[in-house]
């Protein structure tokens, strides 16, 4: 029967059409959170986040109320694009891994752990963030 899993969150920029079936996370205000901080927070960290979310039998799904109700560390707006750099730059690598049929690198096991390394290194970063929750 059903096992709860998402393969992938998506990134999407401009003008988008979106089926009754899925949700968009959209930021309310550029100044405190970057969509695409948020896109690889909810991304890296879907599988203790997301997933548990998911109810049902044989088809799963999840709620928007429940989906409101999680809580992302939001840093400093510098810190945001200091991750989203570092991590683009590892999508770029994997991208090409991936072309050439090279995968030394897996992406799904590294970029969650990737993520949360960034800031003081005495110190998980995120513990220093303020907390925010998603409204869709």
Request: net charge positive; charged share 20%.
């Amino acid at each position: 029967h059903g096992v709860a899993s998402l393969n992938h969150v998506y990134y999407q920029e401009g003008r988008f059409a979106l089926g009754n079936i899925l949700c968009a996370a959209i930021p309310k205000d550029e100044n405190v959170l970057l969509a695409k901080y948020l896109y690889y927070y909810l991304e890296c960290t879907k599988d203790y986040t997301l997933v548990p979310l998911m109810k049902g039998g044989a088809n799963m799904s999840m709620h928007i109320s429940d989906i409101e109700k999680l809580k992302i560390p939001v840093p400093d707006i510098t810190t945001q694009k200091n991750i989203i750099s570092k991590l683009e730059i590892l999508d770029g690598y994997w991208r090409l891994c991936q072309r050439n049929h090279l995968y030394g690198l897996q992406r799904r096991n590294q970029r969650p752990s990737l993520f949360h390394n960034f800031g003081n290194s005495s110190q998980p970063s995120s513990r220093k963030w303020r907390v925010a929750t998603i409204q869709c």
